[in-house]
């Protein structure tokens, strides 16, 4: 499947496997989000409007990871040859910011 970004893919042409391999990072942290595991399409446009990331792991990741992460489309400032940058306000860990 191929599909055609907006501003932030610089009209560039990709398959959604390449978008897999990159790295999503919070700007707001800093934080290391994981890679995609899902996208969700527009069916009647044939947009994409948002990705899909891994759950933060519970306990020292042992007892599974927490509820899948779903990133629209509007909060992902820049998709990258490496990563893909959002800004996601919901996903900090106000615990690290505050040290």
Known sequence: MKFRGNSQ?????SYTSDLKMKEVINV???K???TITDIEID?????LTAIVVPGAGKFLGLFGRNEDVVIPWEKINKIGSDVIL???SFLIDTKSIEK
């Not at 069916?43 to 947009?47: L, N, P, S």
């Open 9 to 13: 893919f610089d009209g560039a042409t």
């Open 32 to 34: 290391r989000l994981g």
């Open 43 to 47: 069916i009647d446009t044939g947009r």
């Open 28 to 30: 707001i942290d800093g």
């Open 86 to 88: 959002v800004e996601s």
